[in-house]
């Protein structure tokens, strides 16, 4: 860990973050960056976890002075001495609690009852894997008692014939749980946890409200589970061992499933612990509790942006409107960048002039990124598509003509917001709350009359097409600008995103919990 990250022997509130803030710029990380700043009566001791330490370059964030200890840890880094251990049997009682867990797993078949033992047995190996418990890393990894179990569940579970692979699955799926419960062991004393997804973060508030009492207070910005199962459709690196003739294209093979019933059980076991849950917008408040969440514990709180930031970029508009259509985000591919560009190729036949811009990271997934400059190549577009890499919304906002979104997943993305906020109309596809934004959510809200265009997932041509009603009439554009600025001013700032978060914190740091 850097001699520069401040370290401290207490702290009010636990940060736990998963894969964002500060390594991380935009979206959540923001998000995270507009609350530290918000209270600075707050001592905060943020837990970042990572990938691995090569997959993160430097802090995109400076840590602010309420920030008194921060801490990085690597979940896919080696956790184990690599010396040869010495042979064990492993701890009896520890294992068959772990049998339990996966036989009580097996047999979840969804009702409430079944999930309730499920979690109960999850409660109760879970405390078993930190320092000095019954089921120490070492014996997960090398125990008889463990080669056992897993041979065992190979046997009794498994649909794919490799068992070399099964035996990696797991052993890479549930090692970072180890690291998990170490963190949680050295966890400098804290009044109240915080995380900001479900996950391992997650999990890690969840074991540490069941090991020291403390109140969990859960922010999903996207649903965890749901962004994981479509990374874990899309990836590459899980193996399908099936031939052809073995294949159902509809099934998903069982390492996809193995891992997406994971992550949806750390999502169970959060949301178990954690109380309030709280949501960006209504749909998502339904999923939690589709997915287990109960009811009375969720509810819902918008994103909120600060208007004085962004307020004066409307008096920096040229009278014209600039033919400019940019993205702001990450170039990866659940913001489906490829449509953007392929939309391009439609608005540039009926609008020569037209140029999209690109302003976002591209070192997340430079794979990706050259297949989209490829394509854009391929489409003749190379001198209308422009990548910008990361930029100042301040900077871009007064020179664009529409912000655009073609994501695949999102929750309530700030962008939108900020883009209204300085008066510039969107279109968006149909995911998260960018239909609320864009629309109008309440009878009142929905009045002030639509800011942009909302369009279906993957479809560049209606995306092409919106984005050319809008450019094409000045009335329209006028018309939307218009709308945004006054919902953005009505329901989206940020102090009203703060006062619900003071409330939230005002209660998890009650001394005496007697609200809890």
Known sequence: MS????????????????????????????????????????????????????????????????????????????????????????????????????????????????????????????????????????DFLHSEYAWELIRESYRRYCTDPSFVDFFWTVRIMLQPLWLMARIADGLIPVRALHTVSTGYAGFLGGLLHHARGLPLVLSEH????????????????????????????????????????????????????????????????????????????????????????????????????????????????????????????RVVNRMPQAQAWIAGPDSEDPAYAQECRNLADSLGLAGQVQFLGMQKVEDILPRVGLVVLSSISEALPLVLLEAQAAGVPVVSTDVGACRQLIDGLEPEDRALGSCGRVVGIANPEALADAALELLGSRSAWEAASAAGVERVERYYTDQLLFERYQQIYDRALQPTGEDR
């Open 3 to 138: 001699s520069t990250f401040p370290r401290a022997e207490q702290a009010d509130i636990a940060l736990l973050l998963e894969g964002t803030f500060p390594y991380v710029s935009g979206g959540v990380s923001s998000w995270v960056h507009q609350i530290l700043q918000a209270y600075p009566q707050y001592r905060f001791a943020i837990v970042f976890l990572g990938s691995r330490r090569e997959d993160y370059g430097e802090l995109r964030y400076a840590l602010p002075p309420n920030v008194v200890h921060f801490e990085q840890h690597f979940l896919f880094d080696a956790l184990h001495s690599k010396t040869q251990p010495a042979p064990s049997r492993g701890h009896p009682e520890a294992l068959a609690k772990a049998r339990e867990f996966l036989e009580t797993l097996q047999g979840d078949d969804g009702r409430a009852e079944s999930r309730a033992r499920v979690l109960d047995a999850m409660r109760s190996i879970a405390l078993e894997l930190r320092p000095g418990a019954q089921l120490p890393l070492e």
């Open 222 to 345: 996207g649903i965890y589970t749901k962004e994981r199962q479509i990374d874990l459709l899309q990836s590459r690196w899980i193996r399908d061992n099936r031939n052809i003739f073995q294949k159902d294209p509809m099934e998903v093979s069982f390492f996809r499933q193995m891992w997406i019933r994971f992550f949806e059980w750390l999502g169970r076991f959060c949301y178990d612990a954690a109380d309030p849950i709280v949501a960006l917008y209504e749909n998502n408040r339904l999923r939690q509790i589709a997915d287990g969440a109960r009811a009375e514990r969720t509810l819902s709180i918008p994103n909120g942006i600060r208007l004085q930031r962004f307020e004066p970029l409307r008096a920096l508009r040229p009278p014209e409107t600039p033919p400019v259509l940019c993205l702001i985000g990450r170039v990866v591919p659940i913001k489906d960048i490829k449509t953007f560009i392929r939309a391009m190729r």
